[in-house]
């Protein structure tokens, strides 16, 4: 099966797309487009043809069919690939992993998307300070919250195996990284996360291990 990803090292929504990729022993062929260079990739015309919302990252079937948002194209290697499942259990069990997916995917990342930073600036002429305290408090807040809905004791998010939470976590944490934020109070995400980055499938999705990290 022929993929193509859209992707860039940095873009914590493609790194959960590479981590699901390799969790599912499918490859996709890395299309990059640099955020940053050239005033942001992502807002080319051709980009935009592709995904107007003008983010990666975006999964190109075989078919030369593209489907965005990271969530959606996680379900969608889920479909065609089942196993490993992603989203294992009863119902219920997969409500609760989509659930702290979403605290992640849905709540945390949109607020600190660089767009919004960029906005936060350019718009309300906020200080870099300003935005590095707005992206603390949001990802800090939310990591809380996903770690408050985890089930006790278990090795990764939700049990024994990744699941779609883990796919979103790691790469979250990264963020928090990246921006410097503090980690304490987060001990069980961080043990989690070690977890996971012992797994090949982890390992080669990090943003440093990318054709284009630089
Ligand atoms: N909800 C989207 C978010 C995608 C997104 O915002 N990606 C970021 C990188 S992590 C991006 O492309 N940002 C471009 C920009 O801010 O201009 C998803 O899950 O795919």
């Known amino acids: 099966m022929a993929l193509t990803l859209y992707t860039y090292y940095r873009s914590s929504a493609a790194y959960r797309v590479r981590i699901a990729l390799g969790l599912k022993g499918l490859a996709a062929e890395p299309r990059f487009i640099h955020l940053v260079r050239n005033g942001g990739e992502q807002k080319s015309e051709a980009f935009r043809r592709i995904n107007p919302n003008a983010t990666v990252p975006a999964l190109v079937t075989e078919e030369g069919t593209a489907i965005v948002q990271s969530l959606a194209i996680i379900e969608y290697l889920e479909e065609i690939r089942p196993e490993p499942p992603l989203l294992p259990g009863n119902a219920l069990a997969r409500a609760q992993i989509r659930a702290a997916a ?3 995917a849905c709540d945390i990342h949109p607020v600190n998307n660089s767009r919004v930073g960029a906005y936060l600036k350019s718009e309300f002429g906020h200080s870099q300070e300003d935005v590095i305290t707005w992206m603390h408090h949001w990802m800090r807040n939310g990591l809380l919250a996903y770690q408050a809905l985890l ?3 278990t090795r990764f998010s939700f049990g024994d195996n990744p699941t779609l939470a883990d796919c979103c976590l790691v790469p ?3 963020n928090l990284r990246r ?3 503090p980690a304490d109070g987060l001990d069980r995400l961080l043990a989690i996360e070690a977890a996971c980055l012992a797994l090949p499938a982890f390992e080669a999705a990090r943003p440093e291990n990318q054709p284009d990290f630089e």
Request: charged share 10%.
């Open 179 to 181: 921006w410097n934020a």
């Open 172 to 174: 979250q944490l990264y």
């Open 151 to 153: 089930p006790e004791g």
């Open 102 to 104: 979403q605290v992640i």
